[in-house]
């Protein structure tokens, strides 16, 4: 079985403000022991890292179970976990079409998830990890179909509730399901954009503040972006579901960076461009995703870019048959050092080669130019990540001291260490030129030479 290429779930997105100053109290065993605005709600003070199973199961026939869930939690905790991976998500497909008629609770689907949440949620914590959970802004979840008109839930054309149905789907059930996800024990809520808005992000963040356990909160809204002036969330998505193609990487990186230029991400709060898919591109995949000659070179770069743009890192491929390519490129120490890094500066576009995105790979000797992103790093440090966007041969790129961050542009020295092949360049002084393979990265961390 391979990972999907491209969603075939047809879901909106927008943009995330997260101005809003809403007190929230977060309590442990009865105990508050934080005060603060939601903005600043001492949870992802840097980005996430985990795994979502959307990828490769989505929501056919052969969707995720608790054995496939299980399955990942326990390869993540032998050997992704000592690299900083702790979250296991779920993703669409978990509940069943219909909510409960009477109390208007979500409904497990017992088939893929016998022992049910509390369970499962046990399970993940007892290996020491974190259990996601998904939900939708409307009356059902999106992937999960709408109610049928005929259901006898209470859901049909009139809703005429009686002793059997007492829900309409026009009803929320923000405290209702924040309460149920709660007692379950979550960590984690992604909150999808079928049948809400606006309204839907604040209420269910506010909903999730009052259950009084800490719960990072990831929004895919599918609202107006002119909407999106006081909602909170932790981490927002900042395009569509990404696939698996050096393009749609690309293009996701790029919007990423033009959402920051109005939207900065940092503690606390994390643009996000969606999940890894490292492991999956080139493979041939449902959507439809085009072959690739140089998967693993498109992987690092997908992985170097998420993480100097301190993006949340969320696996979305298989973990139980990752190569020892894919392995070495997730648990990337100095790559995720960056990601990691105190500061939480997401990096920005410095130099473009005129790259376009989503145009077709060329098949003739066609130079798609070069790109240099950088950003600071605490400390007196910054990452920086040469791209070589041309797919018919290696390129030279320079760093000079314009693409630097103009925080860090006034050193006169850098130590610099390459992430991916470990090289360390002492006592450097810009301009520093190197050579990059075809659609591949040079990844640095410079530090001020002593």
């Known amino acids: 079985m391979l990972c999907r290429g491209v969603s075939t779930r047809a879901r909106g997105w927008a943009f995330m403000w997260r101005s809003i100053a809403v007190v929230v109290s977060v309590s442990i065993g009865g105990s508050s022991i934080i005060s603060a605005t939601a903005e600043d709600n001492g949870l992802a003070l840097r980005p996430p890292m985990g ?55 979500l409904l497990v689907n017992s088939t893929r998830f016998p022992s049910g949440m509390k369970s499962l949620a046990d399970q993940i914590h007892g290996l020491g990890l974190k ?22 839930d209470g859901s049909g054309p009139g809703c005429n509730k009686d002793a059997k149905h007492k829900v309409c789907r026009n009803e929320t059930f923000y405290d209702r399901d924040a309460k149920l996800w709660a007692s379950w024990e979550i960590d984690l809520l992604k909150f999808d954009g079928c049948g809400g808005g606006f309204s839907s992000v604040a209420a269910m963040g506010s909903a999730l503040n009052a259950t009084g356990r800490p719960i990072v909160y990831s929004v895919h809204g ?24 050096y393009e749609q990487v690309l293009d996701r990186a790029m919007i990423a960076n033009t959402v920051d230029a109005y939207l900065r991400g940092g503690p606390g709060g994390w643009n996000d461009p969606d999940m890894l898919q490292v492991g999956n591109i080139g ?48 648990t990337n120490k100095v790559a995720i050092g960056v990601n990691q890094d105190v500061l939480g500066e997401q990096a920005v576009l410095r130099k473009d080669g005129g790259w376009v995105p989503d145009k077709p790979r060329p098949t003739t000797n066609v130079a798609y130019g070069y790109q240099i992103w950088s950003g600071a ?3 007196g440090g910054a990452a920086v990540v040469l791209a070589n966007l041309d797919g018919n041969a290696s390129q030279v790129i320079t760093l000079t001291n314009n693409e630097m961050p103009s925080s860090r542009r006034g050193n006169a020295k850098w130590d ?14 810009l301009p520093k030129e190197t050579t990059v393979g075809r659609h591949d990265i040079a990844m640095w961390v410079l530090r001020p030479a002593v």
């Open 51 to 105: 795994w979502n199973p959307w990828n490769c199961w989505a929501n056919s026939g052969d969707g995720v179970t608790e054995g496939i869930v299980m399955a990942a939690a326990r390869v993540m905790a032998a050997k992704l976990k000592p690299s900083g991976y702790e979250y296991i998500n779920l993703d669409c497909g978990w509940s069943t079409k219909h909510r409960d008629p009477v109390t208007g609770t």
């Open 131 to 152: 259990f996601g959970m998904y939900g939708a802004m409307g009356y059902a979840q999106c992937c999960s179909g709408s109610a049928d008109q005929n259901a006898t």
């Open 222 to 245: 599918s609202v107006k972006q002119d909407e999106m002036n006081t909602s909170l969330a932790n981490m927002w998505r900042t395009g569509p579901d990404i696939g698996a193609s």
């Open 283 to 330: 493979r041939k995949a449902n959507g439809g995703s085009p072959p690739s000659l140089y998967p693993e070179a498109e992987g690092r770069t997908q992985f170097a870019l998420w993480c100097i743009l301190k993006s949340p890192l969320l696996i979305g491929s298989f973990l139980h048959n990752m190569t020892d390519a894919t392995f070495a490129t997730l």
């Open 377 to 379: 790093l605490a400390n």
């Open 416 to 429: 610099i260490t390459e992430a991916f092949t470990g090289t360390v360049m002492p006592g450097v002084v």
